[in-house]
C-alpha cells in the first residue's frame, strides 16, 4: 500500500517517484559546492531532480559505478578528485574529448544502463577565458599541471585551436602520456615539454592546473614576475577565490583569471549533457548569482 504522506522536501523542491538523481562522485566530498548550486539550478529550470554527494574511495569506484549502472532513476553525475582518470576505461562508453583529456569529470546512464562519459574541464575553462574576453584561438599557452583538470584543459585548447603549447610536469609519465594524446588527436598544435625553472617569453597565457594554492602556505606553482608583463595568469583553483598566485600577479599589475569563472560555464554543459532544458534561462548568470 503505498503511502498518503506527503513528498519529503528539501530545499527548494519536493522529492517523489519521478526525482532523478545526480550527484558527484570523489573522495573527500566534504568541499564541495555542486549540493547547493544545483538545487537552485534545478529549481530555476523547473527540473524534478535532486544532487547527491557520493563518497568512496578508489577501491569502492567499481562497486559504485556497478550499482548507479542499474539505478533506472539516475540522471547521471560529475567526477571530482581522485577519480578523473580512474573512471574513464571503467565506462561502457566516452566522447573523443574524454579520450583526448585522458580523463572524464561527466557521467550520464543511457536508457540501456550504459553509463557513457565526457569531460567538461577543459571546455569549461576555455568558455570562460573567451566569455572574459580573451582570445584562445591562435594564441601561445604555458600549463603547470597536467592532472585531471590540467590534462582536460590541454586538450580543450588544441580544441579551440591555440597555435602554441607548452607544459610543465614533474610526473615524467604523465607528461608523456598527454604528449603523446595531444599529438594524436591533435596534430596540428605544436606540444613541448619544459621545466619549471625556465618561464617562457612570448606566452599569452599562463595556467595553474596544480592544487598548489589551495593552501596558505603553498609555494607558487611559478613566478608570474618571471613572465612577459601582458602574459594573462590564470588560476584554475576556485576557493580560495584569489590564490598567493594570483595575488602577486594582481599586485604587480598584471591580468588575472579566477578559477570561479571554469565553473560558471560547466554547469551549462552539465546541463546539456544530461538532456536538461534550460528553458531559455541564462545559466550563466544564475551560478554566479550563488554565494
Keep these: 500500500m503505498e503511502s498518503s504522506a506527503p513528498p519529503l522536501f528539501t530545499g527548494l523542491f519536493a522529492i517523489n517517484g519521478a526525482t532523478r538523481l545526480y550527484g558527484t562522485i570523489g573522495n573527500p566530498i566534504r568541499q564541495l559546492r555542486m549540493t547547493a ?31 548507479l549502472a542499474k539505478m533506472r532513476n539516475l540522471g547521471g553525475f560529475t567526477v571530482t578528485i581522485p577519480h578523473k582518470t580512474a573512471i574513464l576505461p571503467l565506462l561502457g562508453r566516452t ?12 557521467v550520464k546512464r543511457d536508457v540501456n544502463g550504459t553509463l557513457a562519459g565526457d569531460m567538461a574541464d577543459g571546455a569549461g575553462f576555455v568558455r570562460g577565458l573567451e566569455a572574459q574576453g580573451h582570445r584562445v584561438r591562435g594564441a601561445s599557452v604555458w600549463l603547470v599541471g597536467l592532472g585531471g583538470v590540467g590534462g582536460a584543459i590541454a586538450a580543450a585548447l588544441c580544441e579551440a585551436g591555440i597555435a602554441r603549447l607548452l607544459v610543465t610536469e614533474i610526473d615524467e609519465a604523465r607528461t608523456d602520456a598527454t604528449v603523446d594524446r595531444l599529438s594524436r588527436f591533435h596534430p596540428d598544435v605544436p606540444v613541448a615539454s619544459i621545466s619549471a625553472g625556465n618561464p617562457p ?4 597565457y599562463a595556467i595553474n592546473a596544480t592544487p598548489l594554492g589551495l593552501k596558505p602556505d603553498d609555494p607558487l606553482p611559478f613566478d608570474p614576475m618571471t613572465l612577459d608583463s601582458d602574459t594573462l595568469i590564470a588560476d584554475v583553483i576556485m576557493s580560495p577565490v584569489e590564490t598567493s598566485l594570483l595575488q602577486r600577479a594582481r599586485t604587480h599589475g598584471r591580468r588575472i583569471h579566477h578559477g ?18 534550460t528553458k531559455g534561462i541564462d545559466i550563466v548568470r544564475l551560478v554566479r548569482s550563488i554565494p
Design 201 to 204: 617569453k612570448g606566452i599569452h
Design 37 to 67: 548550486i544545483m538545487p537552485q539550478v534545478f529549481a530555476a529550470v523547473g527540473a524534478n531532480a535532486v544532487w547527491l554527494p557520493f563518497e568512496g574511495d578508489a577501491s569502492l569506484l567499481p562497486v559504485m559505478l556497478e550499482g
Design 95 to 106: 566522447t573523443r574529448r574524454a579520450q583526448a583529456a585522458g580523463g572524464v569529470n561527466l
Design 260 to 277: 570561479r569563472h571554469t565553473l560558471d560555464h560547466q554547469i551549462p554543459l552539465y546541463l546539456e549533457w544530461f538532456g536538461i532544458d
